[in-house]
């Protein structure tokens, strides 16, 4: 329990980047419960203690090994002699201001006053788990391994979530932690956290804009007010483009002209009659009755040709 330093170390776990939580199998005492109560929270085994508030000092009033020390005059308080009551006052007035920093360290990490601390933290005295619970001086009462899958997230051994026996002190003792309380005392996190929002919405709002669609302005800019996700966002744009594209097309259909029916061909209702003619008259017979023969062919000539040129000495080509 060496006082050097302890003040200084506490001030850096009350400031850790990241939470802390103390816990004390065995004994926290003095030194030790001033490291312990600088964490945001302290859980404690059943059998385990805390407390020792204070300073003490050890003085061996007798030189045993026969020196002589002479004080420089300039200098009367350099060794105070204990065994006077003006040393003895020296002495006790260094102690009690050592132990008034340490009362206001934990006042003030516990969230409580320094009268607070003089009156239920024992004056000096130490608590086992429950009583210290009872007191303000620690928060819950719980095993090592259930505090452990409670910070990861896991379950405790045999299933069990963690659950702490007692669920810290009473509410008188400890400060409500609202916006103000968390930004007079933890200023640097409430500014990570909104440093981390803003990013966080800026990426959900570029993320909207980056999956809009032309034509829906309206619908893109009530998405974002109303703080729906990328994902969910993207769903409704496309939906909405979806219904637009088929009211479009049934506009389309409803605006369309009746479609114009193939014309018949005609019939070749004197094909055996004229399967006997020879090859020129039979061209001269179809050229004369088809218009479609005269605009595929150009000439009789060429159909007539034609004709000639197929194997089975009769082509007929109406209606193509």
């Not at 130490?126 to 009462?141: H, I």
């Not at 009211?247 to 004197?270: I, L």
């Amino acid at each position: 329990g060496q006082a050097q330093g302890i003040a200084e170390f506490a001030h850096m776990v009350r400031n850790a980047e990241k939470p802390v939580t103390a816990y004390v199998d065995g004994t926290a005492a003095s030194a030790a419960y001033w490291i312990a109560a600088a964490a945001g929270r302290i859980v404690m085994s059943k059998t385990a203690m805390v407390g020792s508030i204070g300073a003490v000092v050890s003085i061996n009033a007798e030189k045993r090994d026969g020196a002589v020390e002479i004080v420089s005059s300039q200098s009367p308080k350099k060794r105070p002699d204990v065994t006077t009551e003006a040393g003895r006052g020296q002495i006790q007035s260094l102690i009690d201001a050592l132990a008034q920093v340490f009362i206001e360290d934990v006042a003030q990490y516990r969230g409580v006053s320094t009268d607070d601390v003089i009156a239920r933290f024992g004056g000096g005295d130490v608590f086992l788990a429950s009583e210290a619970v009872a007191r303000g001086m620690a928060d819950e009462v719980g095993t090592f391994e259930g505090l452990i899958a409670g910070l990861s997230g896991a379950t405790a051994s045999k299933g069990a979530p963690f659950m702490a026996e007692n669920q810290g002190a009473p509410a008188a003792q400890q400060p409500e932690i609202t916006r103000d309380y968390l930004a007079a005392h933890h200023a640097d996190i409430v500014c990570g956290i909104q440093a981390e929002a803003t990013a966080a919405e800026r990426a959900r709002v570029l993320g909207i804009q980056a999956a809009a669609i032309p034509g829906h302005d309206k619908l893109v800019a009530q998405l974002i007010d109303d703080g729906v996700s990328i994902e969910a966002a993207s769903l409704r744009i496309l939906q909405a483009e979806k219904a637009n594209l088929q009211g479009r097309a049934d506009a389309m259909r409803a605006d369309a002209p009746a479609p114009v029916p193939h014309a018949a061909a005609p019939a070749d209702e004197d094909a055996s009659q004229d399967d006997d003619l020879p090859v020129e008259e039979r061209a001269k017979a179809d050229w004369d009755k088809s218009k479609s023969l005269r605009a595929e062919f150009g000439t009789l000539g060429a159909y007539t040709a034609y004709l000639k040129a197929t194997a089975n000495g009769r082509a007929r080509v109406l209606g193509k």
